[in-house]
């Protein structure tokens, strides 16, 4: 059984206000994040945590992101911070680090192409 969260980790589970606000809202994007009730502990793992534990924790909170309203600004957010840590948008954190990594080898194509293409039309 898993014990319950540490107070420090439901906290973390929510960006602080260095992130910016929703342009269409008031408030920050996290006000409305579903995390922000009572299931923060599913989103981040307890030390020494079993990987059976792990996996099913890391599901119950997937399901949690995929009835936010606010899942895509949580995983930019995740993204662009990076955090490396817990579940954010529906993503682990190795889900995190394939996602940026595929994002670095697209940018990287496009300049490649950019730059052929550049040096085709000057030619």
């Known amino acids: 059984m898993l014990q319950p969260p540490l107070q ?7 960006p602080s206000q260095r992130t910016p606000a929703r342009e269409d809202e008031a408030g920050p994007w ?7 009730r009572d299931e923060a502990g599913l989103f981040f793992a ?3 945590e079993p990987t059976a534990a792990r996996l099913s924790r ?14 895509v ?8 911070q990076p955090e490396p840590y817990g579940v954010w948008g529906g993503l682990t954190a190795a889900e995190r680090r394939v996602v940026l990594a595929r994002r ?11 730059s052929t293409e550049h040096i085709a039309a000057a030619g």
Do not use: F, G, N, Y
Not at 73 to 80: F, K
């Open 104 to 114: 670095r080898r697209r940018d990287i194509e496009l300049k490649a192409t950019a």
């Open 58 to 71: 890391e599901e119950a909170a997937k399901r949690v992101c995929a009835r936010c309203p606010v899942m």
């Open 46 to 48: 307890p030390s020494k």
């Open 30 to 36: 996290h006000a409305e994040a579903v995390c922000r």
């Open 8 to 14: 420090s980790l439901q906290v973390a589970a929510v």
């Open 73 to 80: 600004e949580c995983q930019e957010h995740a993204l662009v």
